[in-house]
């Protein structure tokens, strides 16, 4: 079964603390993103990639980092730089081809609330 | 700036009653465009999207959109929701690897 994994569902952290979301796909998607959802605010872009070994900032990536060692995986870290980050993150992928733009396939989410 | 909005943040229908969603956008050229579901706590499903083409195009669960160029437009009917139907929908446009999304629409459905 292909798709896009994220674990853990759920997590906290205590304030200070950097926390790693993990993000695996099998899709063979070359592309992957990180995204952050509030209520009443969509998606907001944190990081993406479209290569291994290469990322790119997306509108509010202060206070996060990511990596992007193998294909598959797109780990997010939360730091304590992050000033607001009780949130649900959502991990993402796509192909990279011809067209200016490809869809973006969905893993379950992580919520994280920092006590 | 280039943007989304999908104007409507909270609709409530009957079940069996028709459904449409509004999305506008602003880009300087047509994007691509979706539509997406997500129920609670969980990722987004695509539903449908318009690279080019027919301007009418059908989606997953019954659900169809029209891109209309002249409204800068995408918007999402279906024409008898179900329980089921009940989640956020959002639309959301590509152009050149940036993709934006709206701020949702959240859909109650009555019985």
């Known amino acids: 079964d292909g798709g896009i994994t994220q674990s853990p569902k759920y997590l906290f952290r205590k304030e200070g603390q950097n926390v790693t979301l993990s993000c695996e796909q099998n899709?063979?998607?070359?592309?992957m993103y990180w995204y952050r959802q509030d209520p009443g605010q969509g998606l907001r872009l944190i990081y993406y990639?479209?290569?291994?070994?290469?990322?790119q900032k997306g509108d509010i990536a202060e206070g996060y980092s990511v990596s992007r060692e193998k294909k598959e995986s797109f780990p997010l870290t939360v730091t304590s730089a992050q000033k607001n980050p009780t949130a649900f993150y959502l991990c993402?992928?796509?192909?990279?081809?011809?067209?200016?733009?490809?869809?973006?396939?969905f893993g379950p989410g992580t919520r994280l609330t920092v006590l | 700036a280039q943007s989304v909005t999908q104007p409507d943040i909270h609709i409530t229908v009957s079940e069996g009653a028709s459904l449409e969603l509004r999305c506008n956008y602003s880009?300087?050229?047509?994007?691509?465009l979706f539509w997406y579901v997500q129920s609670p706590g969980q990722g987004l499903q695509l539903l449908l999207k318009?690279?080019?083409?027919?301007?009418l195009v059908q989606g997953i669960k019954g659900f169809e959109a029209e891109f209309k160029r002249s409204q800068s437009s995408f918007n999402l009917r279906k024409p008898s929701v179900h329980w089921s139907d009940a989640a956020e929908y959002f639309c959301a446009v590509g152009f050149n690897n940036d993709m934006r999304f709206g701020a949702g629409t959240r859909l109650t459905v009555k019985p």
């Open positions: 880009y300087g050229a047509t994007p691509y």
């Open positions: 993402a992928s796509s192909i990279v081809g011809t067209r200016n733009y490809n869809e973006q396939f």
């Open positions: 899709l063979n998607h070359d592309a």
């Open positions: 318009y690279f080019s083409g027919d301007t």
């Open positions: 990639s479209q290569i291994v070994n290469d990322f």
